[in-house]
């Protein structure tokens, strides 16, 4: 079975500063991966999807991701945090036509 | 171009009520997904809606079932509610390209008394 493990189920940060969001998967095939966004009382906003074409993957308002197969890992970044980025981020595998997700992380950002 | 919608936005029930939820899909996008995101969790699959036919299920009772319209819009029934029911209810369209990328809509919340 497919399934995501997200590290850290809260990371604060300092506007201004590096945003790491961990995410290992474990998939017995090449997996597609997926990080979200969740503002408060909305659904989920796709950030940025894996799906073999690249391992450097780049995602709307700035974010990035990099598939690394030798560390099972898909790491969401962000050079410089803003204060709009205080939200919860979901890290997600595909298993046959559904979207595992991982428990999630909250963000919170620091002025 | 319209993106995933949802209907209510929020509804309250109590113990042993049936409750309907309504989504419509992005345009172009055929597939419809369902998941429950209790407070705090990230979202479970509930199942998902291909072709009007039920194509994939999650682990959740019979008390939760579906339907998908010619249209390719969607309901959620949940039927015999309970207060762990009390959740918000996500949809999620697709197409399938090789890789169908779920979209999401805002989602119901739901509380059940």
């Known amino acids: 079975a497919q399934s995501v493990t997200q590290l850290g189920s809260h990371v604060s940060v300092s506007e201004g500063a590096l945003v790491l969001l961990r995410c290992n998967y474990s998939?017995?095939?090449?997996?597609?991966l997926f990080w979200y966004v969740q503002y408060p009382n909305q659904g989920l906003q796709l950030l940025l999807k894996y799906t073999s074409a690249a391992t450097l993957v780049k995602g709307i308002n700035g974010f990035e991701a990099e598939f690394k197969k030798s560390e099972t890992s898909f790491h969401l970044t962000k050079p410089s945090a803003h204060m709009s980025d205080a939200a919860e981020y979901f890290c997600a595998v595909t298993y046959g036509y559904k979207l595992s997700f991982g428990a999630g992380t909250t963000v919170t950002v620091r002025a | 171009d319209a993106g995933v919608t949802q209907s209510p936005t929020h509804l309250i029930k109590t113990r042993g009520q049936q409750v309907t939820l309504r989504c419509s899909p992005k345009?172009?996008?055929?597939?419809v997904s369902w998941y429950q995101q209790a407070l705090g969790q990230g979202p479970q699959f509930i199942f998902q809606y291909y072709e009007e036919e039920e194509r994939q299920r999650g682990n959740f009772p019979d008390r939760f079932s579906g339907h998908q319209f010619p249209n390719y819009s969607s309901e959620l029934n949940v039927n015999a509610l309970l207060l762990g029911d009390s959740a918000l209810y996500l949809c999620?369209?697709?197409?399938?390209?090789?890789?169908?990328?779920?979209?999401f809509g805002p989602g119901t919340r739901l509380l059940v008394l």
């Open positions: 999620a369209s697709s197409l399938w390209d090789g890789q169908e990328t779920q979209y």
């Open positions: 345009s172009g996008h055929d597939t």
């Open positions: 998939s017995s095939v090449p997996p597609y």
